[in-house]
């Protein structure tokens, strides 16, 4: 029996040593330990600097390619719709109301002049179609903006080709945050005002796209401003309320996809988002609601360029369509915004999103390198195309830093503001990679945060990034779990372009797990074209910069 009770101590301290042991590991790290822990490790990696030569022949003589140069190509957005008949439009817009009426359109054998007629559409997102039409490049003939915000960045931006406004409103549709009920619940949220509280407050988790590349994200700072100071929202008492919102919004996403996935996995508790969006995605018809805000979604109409007269015609016919088509929905046709309409210009609500974020250099990116033996032939290939491409694309005034590693680590190009003297460094060094070695993946992006965080020392605010090009294959140095408790208390966004080694393939789910520590993106780089990289980076320019 004494053996027996023994035995059952024995068990119980054991249990208990396991449980604290376990509750050790799970403590995330405050900031102070956190940035003590990434010296050490740093001072233990011994990162080399590496001191490049510059080449002037390297220089085509640009100060930068410009954004046009690494837009989209269309293959990336299929036809959603297609034309029916020989006399047709090409529509821009990613609403399912608008996509729906398009498919409703081609078949109710709408005539024009005795001839039929039909539309094809492109579920291209408003900031892109704006992007498009101002390059002059794959124009549509009728585009489809989300607000009049957006109507008016179009209407005053110097376009190459006319436009011309059909109508002010075409389908209507709100902006909001989808919340979560539980996180509603907790915070006891029932309209905007409580909502922008909770947020405030710490005690609500939500993410967003940038409002300078996203219509509903413009939309929710009118919305916050005017919260804080109905009767001035550019008073200093709204921007200040801005602010100290913005400082508890952690989660600020490239695209809706990556806001989708941290919702999923309950890292945040909401995201902003339109009312379209919440009815047709079967994901939230249970355990979410909707909390609309700003100003109504009116989705204006631009006939772009020199149109036919059939042209024209057929935009107007297929616009009166969708106004008839319309659904009526209660929380729509019930929503009464206090905001007037163009109370605000979006240019001013841009420029103090871009204030409140601390100027127009806070961001930083450190680009994290692999050179190990598993990316001999084609991955680094594809890698040194990708990262000219993108070293070309990048404007002035980004702070940027290249790390490459193998066994090593190496800092190739010091975290400075972007200039030419800074790219030609880092494109001759993109030039002399060669693969062979070892892979510390873990050391270098830990020698990348720290470089990060010295930055941010004297740039309180800056937005930190570290985009990872690597096949994932890590075999020595420190590991993935060692470096995440760090990533996550120094709030740096991660990134990973993954390539498939021709001898090792791609370990692509530590690389995945990394980047989903910030809600980042992992793409798998043999997916896509090498200017992928080069479009990312200036989205993330275009945040910064404004």
Known sequence: MKILTKSISMLLVIAMLAMTVCSCATTPLDR?????????????????????????????GESYLPSTQVLPNLTEYPFVVDATTPNYI??????????????????????????PISVSVRAIDS?????????????????????????????????????????DQTIRDLSGVIVSNEGARKNNISSFSDLVRSVQSGELKIGYVDPSRSA?????????????????PMSEAAVDGLRQLYRNIKTKASDEAQLKGALRRSTIDGFVTDYNTFQNESDYRTGYQFIPCGIQQNHPAYAVGQLTPQKMQIARAFVQYCQAQANTDSV?????????????????????????????????????????????????????????????????????????????????????????????????????????????????????????????????????????LTDGNRNRGLTLDQVLPTISALDVATHVFA????????????????????????????????QELARFLVELSKSSLG
């Not at 330990?33 to 011994?46: D, F, G, M, P």
């Not at 939309?219 to 005017?226: E, P, Q, S, T």
């Not at 790219?423 to 990679?433: H, P, Q, V």
């Open 216 to 232: 509903d994200g413009l939309n929710f700072i009118l919305a916050v401003l005017h919260e804080h100071d109905p009767m001035s």
């Open 332 to 468: 729509v046709d019930n929503y009464k915004s206090d905001i007037s309409s163009g109370s605000i210009k979006a240019r001013e609500l841009i420029d103090v999103y871009q204030l409140i974020r601390g100027g127009t250099s806070d961001t930083a990116i450190a680009f994290v390198i692999d050179k190990s033996g598993s990316m001999l032939g084609s991955p680094m290939r594809q890698l040194q195309a990708a990262l000219q491409a993108a070293n070309d694309a990048i404007p002035d005034g980004i702070a940027i830093g290249q790390i490459e590693f193998n066994n090593k680590v190496y800092i190739t190009a010091p975290l400075a503001v972007n200039d030419r003297t800074q790219r030609l460094c880092r494109s001759n060094a993109i030039t002399k990679m060669v693969a062979n070695g070892g892979t510390a993946t873990w050391d270098a992006v830990a020698v990348a945060i720290s470089m990060l965080t010295e930055y941010e020392e004297e740039h309180p605010g800056a937005n930190l990034v570290v985009i990872l």
């Open 90 to 115: 090409i529509v821009y817009s990613d609403n399912h109301s608008v996509i729906q009426a398009a498919n409703d359109f081609n078949r109710a054998a709408v005539m024009v002049d005795g001839q």
């Open 32 to 60: 102070d330990t956190a940035l003590r822990e990434l010296e050490q490790r740093v001072n233990q990696i011994k990162p080399i600097s590496v001191e490049v030569d510059i080449n002037d022949d390297l220089d085509d």
């Open 127 to 167: 900031v892109t179609g704006i992007d498009l039409v101002l390059a002059n490049r794959f124009m549509p003939d009728l585009i489809i903006l989300k607000n009049e915000l957006y109507g008016e960045i179009l209407e005053q931006s110097n376009i190459p080709t006319p436009i011309q406004l059909i109508a």
């Open 499 to 530: 390539y498939e080694s021709e001898t090792e393939g791609i370990d692509i789910e530590p690389l995945q797990k990394f980047a989903s520590a910030s809600e980042g993106r992992c793409v798998n780089a043999e997916d896509v074209k090498s």
